[in-house]
């Protein structure tokens, strides 16, 4: 039996760079496609750009401005794909991909498919990529709850897998429920981490690849953003991603994982949001674990982090760039 996966690609003011996404999915290898294109409210040609794909026989689908979340939900429900492929406007999947994926899910509803990422800046960086030792944090398992708390830091070691990395059955998304319908920088951690924990295991796919597009010289985008309401947010996150571990059942690494992500996020908000750092900092106190410190900038910037303390290197870092 041969599958429909279907690609849901949220769309806001993408512009030119849909076009190398597109083409990414359209040379699949797996012949068994729905793809959905989901505009957001762009303000650009991004929508334009989209209903150009409608003679390849593409959902091009427009709502009023709300968030990727929003917008993956909207292609959610509209799909009827067995599998779904979430994929951002921008980034692109290696050829085999989807096929690949589809074949070590073996028709399984209860599991998930994953595979690495690499960042690239400009599409020439693809033809020669940077790959990382990934192998820490992306691996096959049966123990989800287990392979949360490596990724978010029990171990020692902070990491994420960005969203084009997993093929996730249909029946997995009804069961741990719809991305959560707010505006948030981890709002991918927080839906996968119920995914995650829903299914039954992950399945590590080696030789395909997700290409995942950053801005470059771009800095951290909690340490510059001024919604009050995104960044509670974030904090909001981090509270349920901890609960969720919670209710999968006692971990001796639980809290350790848990202090990582709430000392990264005090750190990440000082000194521009004091009030939301402090509570961050009084959550990760209460766990009573000792979480290692970001690196927080150039030379001079971790020598003023271990004289004076992370405080006095955020201020400094704050006022020389992200004011």
Same mark, same amino acid.
């Given at each position: ?46 929508? %334009? ?11 091009? #689908? ?5 968030? !990727? ?37 073996? %028709?399984?509803?209860?599991?998930? !498919? ?50 084009? %990395? ?32 829903? %299914? ?21 985008? $909690?340490? *510059? ?31 350790? !994982?848990?202090?990582?992500?709430? #000392?990264?996020?005090?750190?990440? #908000? ?11 900092? *009084?959550?990760? *106190?209460? $766990? ?36």
């Amino acid at each position: 039996m041969v599958h429909t996966v279907s690609v849901i690609i949220p769309v806001y003011n993408a512009g030119a760079a849909l076009h190398r996404t597109m083409r990414s999915v359209l040379e699949q290898t797996y012949p068994q496609l729905e793809i959905i294109l989901v505009d957001d409210g762009s303000k650009d040609d991004s929508y %334009s750009i989209a209903k150009e794909y409608e003679k390849r026989n593409v959902i091009v #689908l427009q709502q009023q401005n709300a968030g !990727a979340a929003a917008a993956r939900n909207t292609g959610i429900q509209r799909s009827t794909g067995s599998y779904i492929q979430f994929l951002d406007a921008g980034d692109m999947l290696s050829v085999s991909k989807i096929e690949e994926q589809v074949k070590a899910l073996s %028709s399984s509803t209860s599991t998930l !498919a994953v595979c690495n990422y690499v960042q690239f800046t400009n599409e020439e960086e693809i033809n020669d990529p940077i790959y990382t030792d990934q192998s820490s944090f992306i691996y096959s398992t049966d123990n989800t709850q287990e392979f949360l708390i490596k990724l978010w830091g029990g171990e020692g070691s902070l990491n994420f897998i960005q969203t084009n %990395s997993w093929l996730v059955p249909r029946a997995l998304i009804e069961k741990a429920g719809m991305w959560r319908n707010y505006r948030c920088p981890d709002d991918d951690g927080e839906f996968f981490a119920r995914v995650i924990l829903a %299914s039954d295991g992950i399945v590590y796919t080696p030789g395909v690849t997700n290409y995942y597009h950053i801005t470059p010289g771009g800095v951290n985008q $909690l340490s *510059k953003s001024k919604n009050r309401k995104y960044l509670q947010n974030t904090l909001l996150t981090i509270d349920l991603k901890h609960q969720y571990l919670l209710n999968k059942g006692n971990h001796p690494l639980i809290n350790k !994982a848990m202090a990582a992500q709430y #000392l990264r996020f005090a750190v990440d #908000l000082f000194p521009a949001q004091k009030k939301l750092s402090a509570i961050a900092y *009084k959550r990760y *106190k209460s $766990l009573k674990e000792q979480a290692s410190l970001p690196v927080l900038g150039g030379s001079f910037i971790e020598i003023v982090k271990k004289v004076f303390g992370w405080r006095a290197a955020r201020y400094v870092r704050y006022y020389l760039r992200e004011r």
